[in-house]
């Protein structure tokens, strides 16, 4: 691209270069609109509604309406949209991805072509990646909407809200629901309890990409169409994209059922495997995600069950449940894959640490590990209604997205969703240094380093953030943190309901904060832990800001360049470096010999890392190599339900229609008609 780019000039540089006529106009109405009183701004918003209806399209009343968001944000929040977070809104609107760094207000942003698209009346969706920042969002942003006079919808999990100004939760529970975040009070108070239909009919509805999934599916299970709580798909913008159109796309949403009871096989075979010899007894094959029993292994599982030969005894079916079994004991592991919670197994999801509460793996698999860690073996499921993300989010008649990291997936943001990928320039110099990651030979000895890379600039003051793959590897590194008195705080799937109040307030003197994935995505850190702390925030850039340390590189570089992200927010001083070991699973399965015998052959001592340029590179194409396999498995997803999709096209529309059916005398030639034109 970058010699094409030499001949035909850089895409992105034309497309922000057009932008800025649109730019300048909004920024002229600035002066005439400060003028306005409160009623007046909502009047805009009838004016901008009854020009839609007379023929005027979006496009044309843009200008108007991105500058009246802005007056209304500077009245509420006290914010002022910069001229990049109006290229933003403009490339949400035109249904972009804009990809803009962290701490650049993409929240602000989306606000613009929220009450744009909104004027329509089809409603207008903020997804986000989960329940607290749908709740904090809506509250937050909903006071420039209610000004305007547009409404504001909450969907959670079994929950629904509308943003309410004048509602107050008994004063009991009020220090409780008070969390102070980055210097703004984010208020449930707000947020009024309402029937789900509701929250769907407000104008704006946030929400999880979960929750718009499911709602979707239960919709097309009902009994009478006013039982169904949802709009058209009109207009959204998915926060985090990358995370949800990417990360979450390789499992499908399912509503199922119990089919047949649990069998007893779960439990017997947990009780087998792990007799079974990992070096002997079976192979596993990590790249693929796979295990196979060896003729030795056959022969020993047999013996155990009195039998001559398993494959010809007991068939396909029990044959699945010693699969199962033995991918649950090799390949699952407790706190990196799953957590064990009030009795049941919920999974944790690879790309951002977070708990997925009522998702459960298919085939067996949930089963074979609730046998393992000794709990109640859940019934099998039947499979009742189900999509991919891929095709719920292609409903759209418009879809758009913001993230801090889309380009490496460019390219498949575009072949699947036909979306392109712009990149929105920093509204401050970006400073933050990325140091050359640190090698060592052991994990154990990376770990000793980490500590003291710690514990020194713990000392001067520097706030540090430690992201980890895993739960288990999180808490590993606090022990080692505890045990060396260097006070500290954790944030896991474990205890994700604190995410925001932890993250936020890692940007303070002497902070450390060690993080799995998640690391607050959504949540800005900020310099002293309160914007209003000048002081605290002016020594900390001294110190250099924010740093951030890596405990491995992941499989996608995306998720390595998030974490590097969470620093140098606004051209805040930062800097980032990743500590990696030959024994971390990237580099053991996909780094290769000639890596491995490359650090081998430099013979340093044990506690000497590698520092080098041409070792990084490798990582780094080992890591491509992964995406690459990962989005194949995306594909074969996505091939696999447009089939199905196409059926539940079909099923779903007939559906409609029977249920729209009022008069016996319409049902019965309806109903005849599919019989004889199925």
């Keep these: 691209m970058s010699i094409l780019n030499k001949f ?31 009623e007046k701004l909502k009047e805009k918003t009838t004016e901008f509604k009854q020009r839609l209806k007379k023929g005027e399209t979006l496009n044309d009343i843009l200008s108007g309406a991105f500058a009246l968001v802005r007056e209304a944000s500077k009245r509420t929040l006290n914010q002022r949209h910069y001229d990049v977070q109006l290229v933003g809104g403009i490339a949400l609107h035109q249904g972009k991805i804009a990809e803009m760094k962290t701490g650049e207000g993409k929240t602000l942003a989306a606000t613009l072509p929220l009450y744009l698209n909104a004027l329509k009346g089809k409603g ?12 904090r969002d809506t509250v937050w942003m909903g006071q420039i909407f209610h ?30 629901l008070r969390d102070e975040l980055g210097g703004f ?16 009919q407000a104008d704006i509805p946030y929400g999880t990409n979960n929750e718009f999934g499911f709602d979707y599916l239960r919709d097309n299970m009902v009994y009478a169409l006013d039982q169904r709580v949802q709009r058209d798909f009109n207009f959204a913008i998915i926060d985090e994209i990358d995370s949800i159109l990417i990360d979450e796309a390789r499992t499908p949403l399912i509503i199922s059922a119990p089919d047949v009871e649990s069998s007893k096989w779960y439990k017997d075979f947990a009780r087998i495997i792990p007799r079974l010899d990992s070096k002997t007894d079976y192979e596993i094959d990590e790249k693929r995600k796979v295990a196979t029993l060896t003729e030795k292994g056959i022969d020993k599982i047999e013996k155990i069950l009195g039998m001559k030969n398993i494959y010809e005894e007991r068939g396909i079916r029990y044959l699945r449940h010693l699969e199962q079994a033995l991918r649950a004991q090799a390949l699952f592991k ?41 709990l109640e073996v859940r019934p099998e499921s039947l499979t009742l209604a189900s999509i991919t993300f891929q ?7 418009k879809l758009a997205g913001m993230t801090g990291t889309a380009v490496t997936s460019a390219e498949e943001f575009e072949k699947v969703y036909n979306l392109e990928t712009v990149v929105i320039p920093t509204n401050k110099p970006l400073i933050r240094k990325a140091l050359t990651d640190k090698i060592y030979k052991s994990e154990s000895v990376k770990y000793k380093a980490i500590v003291k890379e710690i514990e020194k600039r713990n000392k001067s003051g520097q706030p540090v953030l430690v992201g980890t793959r895993s739960i288990e590897k999180n808490e590993y590194l606090g022990n080692l943190l505890q045990k060396q008195g260097i006070k500290h705080q954790i944030l896991n799937a474990k205890n994700h309901e604190k995410e925001g109040q932890i993250i936020a307030q890692a940007g303070k003197l002497n902070a450390v904060t060690i993080a799995t994935n998640m690391a607050g995505r959504g949540v800005d850190i900020v310099l002293g832990g309160n914007p209003l702390n000048e002081n605290e925030s002016k020594k900390i850039k001294e110190l250099g800001g924010l740093h951030v340390i890596g405990t491995e590189r992941h499989e996608a570089r995306r998720i390595d360049n998030q974490l590097r992200g969470r620093s140098g927010r606004q051209g805040d001083s930062g800097s980032s470096q990743f500590f990696l070991s030959l024994e971390d699973d990237l580099m053991r399965v996909f780094g290769g010999e000639r890596l491995k015998n490359l650090i081998t052959k430099l013979n340093l001592p044990e506690d000497q890392p590698i520092e080098a340029n041409l070792v990084s590179k490798a990582l780094e194409d080992a890591q491509s190599r992964i995406e690459g396999m990962n989005f194949d498995l995306r594909k074969h997803v996505l091939e696999y339900d447009d089939v199905i999709n196409k059926h539940r096209d079909v099923v779903y529309k007939k559906r409609k229609e029977v249920l729209g059916k009022t008069d016996e005398k319409q049902i019965k030639p309806f109903i005849l008609e599919i019989f004889e034109n199925p």
């Excluded at 270069?17 to 306005?36: A, D, H, R």
């Excluded at 990646?129 to 709740?135: G, K, P, Q």
């Excluded at 095709?391 to 008649?397: A, E, Q, S, T």
């Design 124 to 135: 207008a969706h903020l997804v986000t990646v989960n329940d607290y920042l749908a709740r």
């Design 185 to 200: 009070f984010v208020v449930e108070d707000f947020l009024r309890p309402c029937e789900r239909k509701q929250a769907y």
């Design 334 to 374: 407790k706190d990196r894959d799953y957590v064990v919670k009030e009795g049941q197994i919920i999974i944790v999801d690879e790309f951002t640490g977070r708990l997925m509460p009522g998702r459960r793996w298919s085939r067996g698999l949930h089963q074979a590990i609730e046998a393992k860690e000794g």
């Design 8 to 38: 035909f000039g850089d895409p992105n540089a034309k497309y922000l270069k057009k932008l800025e006529p649109l730019v300048k106009k909004i920024n002229s109405l600035e002066k005439e609109f400060q003028g306005f009183s409160n």
């Design 147 to 176: 000004v305007l006079g547009l409404s504001v919808g909450c969907l959670n999990h079994q929950q629904s809200f509308i943003y309410d100004p004048e509602y107050k939760k008994p004063e009991e529970e009020e220090e409780k």
């Design 391 to 397: 095709n719920l989010f292609r409903m759209y008649k």
